[in-house]
């Protein structure tokens, strides 16, 4: 019996499937250059978008230094602020400089009245000129405390903090007081000199 034997074509090598999945990188060998393509622009874009450019550069150092500006500003103004509160604070309890002023007048007052003078005279020329004195010295610095709290008030910006304002507006208040109690005792109308009897 001749028995036919069937030959079994072994398989072509050639018509493997040539995809087959990288196990290094998970993804089709086809596909690995289109990726790494995305990936590169991708990272161009990138870089892209960091970079800036010469206008946007300036621009934001110009609001660096306008923003610096703005904070040194701010301290001069809360500075001037409490300047003016100390001020009106010192024009109503007295100053060294009007203790001096005071002294001196009563100096000038004991050389003059030294050869005989009046009782009147004498209370004018060693106490009310002291008097006068001391007051003309508190008036000036109560009027320097309104001025700079004036000036504190109508240059601050609105962005200000608030205690800037309120701390001003006390020197206002506090100079004001000031000026008006200094100017009644230097022209005699709160606290006049003393007279003696005829």
Do not use: C
């Amino acid at each position: 019996m001749n028995a036919r034997i069937e030959k079994t074509a072994a398989p072509d090598v050639s018509d493997a499937d040539t995809t087959a999945p990288d196990t290094a990188s998970g993804a089709p060998l086809a596909d690995r250059p289109a990726d790494a393509r995305t990936d590169a622009a991708t990272t161009d874009d990138e870089s892209a978008e960091d970079e800036l450019t010469d206008e946007e550069i300036a621009a934001e150092l110009a609001a660096e230094r306008e923003e610096a500006s703005r904070a040194a500003s701010g301290i001069g103004a809360g500075a001037a602020a409490v300047v003016s509160a100390a001020l009106g604070l010192a024009a109503l309890t007295g100053t060294w400089t009007g203790k001096i002023a005071a002294e001196r007048e009563a100096l000038i007052g004991q050389i003059t009245t030294s050869q005989g003078g009046s009782a009147p005279q004498q209370i004018s020329e060693i106490y009310g000129d002291a008097w006068h004195a001391t007051a003309l010295v508190n008036g000036v610095f109560a009027f320097l405390a309104v001025i700079t709290a004036i000036l504190v008030l109508t240059l601050t910006r609105p962005e200000r903090p608030a205690w800037i304002r309120a701390v001003a507006v006390a020197g206002a208040v506090l100079g004001g007081l000031g000026v008006l109690l200094s100017g009644a005792m230097y022209f005699d109308l709160l606290l006049s000199l003393p007279t003696t009897g005829s």
